[in-house]
């Protein structure tokens, strides 16, 4: 407590904010529960950047913890590259303050002699990837905290390859960022440096998008689609490549598509969660729409509702909607002919249906931690391979190689045709999921996402993921467990046999059970949420399509028997 209250005390000289200082002194005198949590650490990167709640403190996203990254950044950009004209770009999305924080963390990076380009307004997180590359860039940031609640914001960096910084790079920045003071922070901006960026940029976007994701599918003249952007960034792009990919019949959600960062309309502005497309599906069923497709705030994830066998509306999951992308993906690439250099990725927590598909049509599959960067850098570090698609279960897809991040705008068009195509050839995409079942194996996957918020929060955490560990568990569902993957120390073990394996990946606080019968079950703590989370895959043989829903119940009840049996239900 005495060092809270020391760090906290070194926010009240001159160099901080009148309100700050007088923030701080409240907190001090009437809050020490508050001062604890806002300063009992330093706000960290995790998978996804640096991401957390806004206000004062170490442990918070305010002027002052982005722009000790922003300096760090700048100083490591100006080692690495020095005597060039370095340039950075800068998006940000709804989110409160997203645009003021954008603006300062321009202002610091000016002040270190780098170029600015910033967008005029929020834009979409691909926008961005895109744009590092477009702009030729030697870094990116985008000001968003993605799909968390209202309170959070964060701070994502991209390299010179349009993805997220991995090692060495993260390491480096971060020690960087480490060494400083915030009185190391230049804030007196070189205005002439920041160049305000706006039309030219989303024009080349877009004509990308549609190039990636149109195949001059049929039917889309009977096609209807409702769309919903849930207050967030990808009002500024989905609709037009819609309508350049020539969907005509769009139906917008007008409640939630003027972006607003309190996402009124919805608990969670997050596509993985069914309420959140609630209103869209509900309006799918008033006009006899075939689609629904809802974005999260940065317009990287989507979620997908189609008509299942009984002609209602129901939400895929986002590792069913990568397998019939990549299945899609995969079958065009074949008409046109396979080099020999194709892969397809996903991440270690995602459904192993990926890899049976990969097999099937005699492509590489690459397996990569969670986190979207883990896939960008899989095409840095292999530049003479071709990237088909890939993705990851927590709703994220990519199209071919032209933006490296996840990306709704691309992959919304995708789906939308992939859709259109299916309706017209007497099929749904309900129907040729059933048969990606039939043909690669029929797996189902189920999340459990428990959040524990605060210092106490983060203890429990670790403390569950100790005992997943150190009590292992012998058998799941009736079938003993055969491989132990632990990712902390990059070693697989066959318990039946004690056979060891190198994990070929890099280290990560992951641990997976996999099963005699390909039960696999992951647990692992969020790098951007006070969540830890458990991942289960189970599977078996769908014959034919007329079993799907005879088969869909077992493997559901499988999933429920596993949830009770590990204490999750």
């Known amino acids: 407590m005495d060092n809270i209250l020391e760090t906290a005390k070194t926010w009240l000289t001159d160099f901080f904010d009148p309100a700050v200082k007088k923030e701080i002194e409240h907190l001090i005198a009437n809050d020490k529960e508050e001062l604890n949590d806002r300063f009992y650490k330093n706000m960290e990167f995790g998978t996804g950047g640096m991401r957390g709640v806004m206000g004062v403190g170490t442990n918070r996203i305010n002027k002052y913890t982005l722009g000790k990254s922003t300096q760090g950044l700048s100083n490591y950009l100006n080692k690495v590259y020095r005597g060039e004209e370095i340039k950075v770009v800068i998006a940000f999305d709804c989110r409160h303050n997203s645009d003021t924080l954008a603006r300062t963390v321009a202002e610091v990076f000016s002040a270190n002699n780098i170029k600015v380009y910033l967008f005029s307004d929020l834009r979409t997180t691909p926008e961005l990837s895109f744009a590092v590359r477009h702009l030729n860039c030697h870094a990116g940031i985008v000001l968003t905290a993605s799909h968390n609640p209202p309170e959070y914001n964060g701070y994502k960096v991209y390299w010179t390859d349009g993805g997220q910084i991995v090692p060495p790079q993260d390491g480096a920045i971060i020690a960087e960022i480490n060494s400083l003071d915030f009185e190391d922070i230049k804030f007196d901006a070189n205005d002439s440096l920041i160049h305000v960026i706006d039309k030219e940029v989303d024009e080349a976007f877009i004509a990308q998008s549609v190039e990636a994701g149109n195949f001059n599918a049929e039917g889309k003249d009977d096609f209807k689609i409702v769309f919903t952007s849930l207050h967030g960034t990808s009002i500024t792009a989905i609709p037009e490549v819609l309508k350049r990919g020539g969907y005509e019949n769009v139906t917008i959600i007008e409640e939630q598509a003027k972006p607003d960062g309190n996402f009124p309309t919805v608990k969670s502005p997050n596509p993985e969660e069914s309420e959140a497309l609630s209103m869209a599906v509900k309006k799918a069923e008033e006009i006899g729409a075939d689609m629904v497709v809802g974005t ?181 569902a009736g079938s003993k467990v055969k491989w132990i993957e632990d990712y902390n120390t990059s070693i697989a073990k066959n318990v039946l046999t004690d056979e060891e394996k190198t994990i070929d990946i890099p280290k990560s606080n992951v641990l997976i059970y996999e099963t005699e019968d390909g039960t696999r079950i992951a647990a692992r703590p969020s790098g951007t949420e006070p969540k830890v989370k458990f991942y289960i895959s189970t599977n078996t043989t769908l014959e034919k399509t007329e079993d799907y829903k005879k088969v869909a119940a077992e493997l559901d009840n499988k999933v429920k028997s596993i949830l009770a049996e590990l204490n999750l239900a």
């Not at 309706?423 to 309900?430: E, L, V, W």
Request: aromatic share 10%; net charge negative; with cysteine.
């Open 296 to 476: 999260d705030p940065d317009s990287d994830r989507l979620g997908i509702a189609v008509r299942n066998l009984d002609g209602e509306m129901e939400i895929v999951n986002g590792n069913q909607a990568m397998v019939l992308m990549t299945k899609f993906l995969l079958e065009k690439r074949k008409e046109k002919g396979f080099k020999g250099n194709e892969f397809i990725a996903s991440t270690i927590v995602s459904t192993p249906m990926m890899e049976a598909m990969a097999k099937a049509y005699g492509v590489e599959f690459k397996t990569s931690l969670t986190g979207f960067k883990w896939i960008g850098k899989m095409i840095k570090d292999f530049p003479e391979s071709d990237f088909i698609g890939g993705g990851e279960e927590s709703f994220g897809y990519m199209v071919g190689d032209f933006v490296r991040d996840k990306d709704a705008v691309t992959s919304t068009l995708l789906a939308c045709e992939i859709a259109s195509q299916a309706k017209a050839n007497g099929s749904s995409f309900y129907k040729d999921l059933i048969q990606c079942y039939v043909d690669y194996g029929f797996y189902k996957e189920h999340l459990v996402s428990i959040t524990k918020k605060g210092i106490s929060g983060a203890e429990e955490i670790k403390q569950m993921l100790k005992d997943f560990k150190e009590n292992p568990v012998e058998s799941v």
